[in-house]
DNA sequence: CGGAATTTTGAAACCTTTCAAATTGGGTGG
DNA sequence: CCACCCAATTTGAAAGGTTTCAAAATTCCG
């Protein structure tokens, strides 16, 4: 695992996330930077905030990739979402969801405090907008488990990914590098890994992706978007057979 | 539908909940019964927050149920979330860059504007108690559909609006009124209809639940809790959500 | 009272899981 | 640099849980 550096390597996702979500103004760099400077290391499989936590204050994910877990009392394990470089944790002011979830680094993190909103003109946008993303990607999480199948809950989580990953400016068009095992794949999709494997290579054979370990290519991203029926913006008000 | 009263007709659901979540001072209090006095009406099956919409500022429902859709462009849909009387709708501030989900109104609803946050000692708090809980329930919806089986969905998510109806002041152990049919149970827990009729049967059969259109028994909660594995969700160490 | 919505039933098809076990790939120590 | 070990990926066959497609039975509401 891990065989290029762990996707963020590079110690601006951050900077260029935020800068894209409303924080570009020098003096916010400037502060993120010296957060950035202040990071902490956090190793593989390590929690970041456990359950229960005192979960300190907000913290911005530097590098690496970690996810929120959700165990089961027999075993059973629900990856909530997946974090990546640029990533928050911890917005929401004070009372942030304790006991639901505990997020754990699935390659090494590098995990910064995050800057006070007042420290900077366009922090405080840039975290809101944040924080409305990632509810945002919440609920397309629980619509994709809810009413997706396995071919399409794998195409849908990929395309968020190579979205995301962008606006970090950690992917291109080709595709973006992973540290997701296909245990892992199925642990955020509500699918065990074996069919994960099976449709991860009817995928491959239908030429919509290539997937070798670590790297994940997007042969034709709109193409596959289109073929899942993933628009963003649909949901028309008042659909005849609606409640 | 709707037979009783649509569970919430009380007009203290609102000021039940938030004062137990953080504003029970006279003057917040005051301020919240000034904004009931002012709700608006939303007729059944129609929409409250429409997706793209000026999403105004953020509002409460007073009384009645809605949902928040996501509809897929083949026409399936996934209820990513009820709202009960009580529960807020539209904080998080500002814009929502992604969304995609709209809510709408299972049952006719009364909905009131918000107060400011700093109007009264308290509300600020409340306000962040409701968006944490939001977010934990939200989190509990990925695992419920990554990982549950369709009984035990059923058993879970009743055990959650019985929480949240009671937080509210709107359940008692015997069980809670709901407008919830059949198929829209389906469409909250990922299942069909026809599914969820069966294991309603089979959970009824085995006595863990009664369910007559309009109106569920949980025969026993706490037993039917640990049957399927379940914890209560929390936001906070110290709040006590064990009403 | 009558039409519409909701709940129920049945049987068969389908997708996903289970349970093993084999295979591949990479990292480590000798 | 090769052998070996462990993690991750693959493969097979069979069992299971859910969905589909119809259609009947109930219940609700105007």
Redesign the pocket.
Known sequence: ?T?ERPTGASPSALLTRLSRLGAPSPEAQSILAAAIARANVVRIRREIVGEGDSLGRPRAIVSGWAARVRLLQDGRRQFVSLLIPGDLVGLGGQPDPIASSTVIAITEVAIAPLPDAAAAPGLAAAYAVSAALEKAYLMSQVTRLGRL???ERIADLLLELSERLTLAGLADIRGFATPL???MLADVL??????V?????MARREGDIEWR?GRVTLVDPEALARKIGRTPVRVSATLPTDY
Do not use: K, S
């Open positions: 695992m065989q199948n396995a071919q095992t296909q245990e509500g699918l065990t890994p074996v069919h494997n099976r449709m991860l290579q370990p």
